[in-house]
């Protein structure tokens, strides 16, 4: 099913097209479309894409999202057949199509992003030409005595979330 996702950020969003990068991301991984369309600005973001879950379960997900970024209210719907809008047409067009799907879910790609380049002044379509091949999830393989030893020195908030994962899979394991 294809849908549309629209994104509100809260106050505490200070750079919106990171915020859009992470959540596109966080999307992939229950994405069947090889694809995700997007435009943001300063305080929104809306999303296209396609999954196989059922509009319950993509609504599900996407809390699991909002809970572990706390910063932004969402709107999720499946992408009408019909719709009226006063984008331009270029960006409108942009936004609603989608290369095609697969039954299978797709196995994200790294990203492939220019946002290196832009340095203000682009057009709407430089920027919405942003189009995420999201990262696969990182990998991280420090030892267990390393990340005690970093908590010793340095305390539990100096973990990164990978950190955390990691000495949360050690402790299971015990």
């Known amino acids: 099913m294809n849908y549309l996702l629209f994104v509100y950020f809260n106050d505490t969003v200070e750079d919106s097209e990171q915020m859009t990068n992470e959540i596109g991301g966080s999307i992939a991984d229950q994405m069947t479309s090889k694809e995700v369309k997007f435009m943001f600005g300063d305080r929104h973001a809306i999303f296209h894409f396609a999954s196989a879950l059922p509009i319950d379960e ?23 057949r019909n719709s009226v809008s006063n984008l331009d047409k270029d960006n409108l067009d942009h936004l609603l199509s989608l290369k095609k799907t697969s039954k299978k879910k797709l196995t994200p790609s790294p990203p492939k992003l220019r946002t290196n380049n832009l340095k203000g002044g682009e057009s709407f379509m430089d920027i919405a030409d942003l189009i995420l091949n999201f990262k696969k999830k990182e990998v991280y393989n420090m030892t267990l005595d390393e990340l005690l030893d970093k908590i010793g020195k340095e305390g539990m908030n100096a973990l990164s979330e990978l950190e955390k994962q990691k000495l949360d899979e050690y402790s299971k394991s015990l």
């Open 58 to 80: 993509m609504a599900g997900w996407i809390d699991i999202i909002v809970d572990d970024l706390n910063c932004f209210e969402y709107f999720l719907l499946p992408k009408p």
